[in-house]
T-cell receptor, first 112, second 115 residues
Framework: QKEVEQNSGPLSVPEGAIASLNCTYS??????FFWYRQYSGKSPELIMS????GDKEDGRFTAQLNKASQYVSLLIRDSQPSDSATYLC????????????FGKGTLLTVNP | DAGVIQSPRHEVTEMGQEVTLRCKLISGHNSLFWYRQTMMRGLELLIY????????DSGMPEDRFSAKMPNASFSTLKIQPSEPRDSAVYFC?????????????FGSGTRLTVV
């Protein structure tokens, strides 16, 4: 199993819909989880972090974590065309507190 | 805050040539990471510095790659000799402490093409 796995997409949703992005990880010891957004030709930018099981909300974004299932997701409510980007899941690597392992990302397209 | 600054933005070079990529950290940040991004492999960590000291270079692909951090605000990544398979986008990122919890701030990247 790869350390961090994401569906590469593309995921296409209509404007105003909920976009659901998923990520699984292999290291049961991982304690923190991050979602980065990367626009085409740009660098990744941190949009959400989550450390505890359950949901964490920030505006239109909600991160969900289930450590038992080794699963983290990102929900984007009221999706906008400006949300069209690649979303990268990142997890500290194997006991390290500094090495982030990134998934390959899911390309999201929000259609007007 | 000017952010993490990388140069050049684009580099096209011939196989066998030396390439030097540069990165200026955010003032006050003491951790520096060099990443490489390709379609096939995604984002890969090459090397990590903390307080100017290389802590982990296990991701450096081979001896052709070297990285330095001569002072607290500046780093270079050198490839000598370059090969076509080195073509990728190279990012540096910095953070304010050794704990990844605050996430990284990435520079705008250098797109390297080796022909």
């Amino acid at each position: 199993q790869k350390e961090v796995e994401q569906n590469s997409g593309p995921l296409s949703v209509p404007e105003g819909a909920i976009a659901s992005l998923n990520c699984t990880y292999s290291d049961r010891g991982s304690q923190s989880f991050f979602w980065y957004r990367q626009y085409s030709g740009k660098s990744p930018e941190l949009i959400m972090s989550i450390y505890s099981n359950g949901d964490k909300e920030d505006g239109r974004f909600t991160a969900q974590l289930n450590k038992a299932s080794q699963y983290v997701s990102l929900l984007i409510r009221d999706s906008q065309p400006s949300d069209s980007a690649t979303y990268l899941c990142a997890v500290p690597r194997g006991g390290s507190n500094y090495k982030l392992t990134f998934g390959k990302g899911t390309l999201l397209t929000v259609n007007p | 805050d000017a952010g993490v600054i990388q140069s050049p933005r684009h580099e096209v070079t011939e196989m066998g040539q030396e390439v030097t990529l540069r990165c200026k950290l955010i003032s006050g940040h003491n951790s520096l990471f060099w990443y490489r991004q390709t379609m096939m492999r995604g984002l890969e960590l090459l090397i990590y510095f903390n307080n100017n000291v290389p802590i982990d270079d296990s991701g450096m692909p081979e001896d052709r790659f070297s990285a330095k951090m001569p002072n607290a605000s500046f780093s270079t990544l050198k490839i000598q000799p370059s090969e076509p398979r080195d073509s990728a986008v190279y990012f540096c990122a910095s953070s304010s402490n050794t704990y990844v919890g605050d996430g990284y701030t990435f520079g705008s990247g250098t797109r390297l093409t080796v022909v």
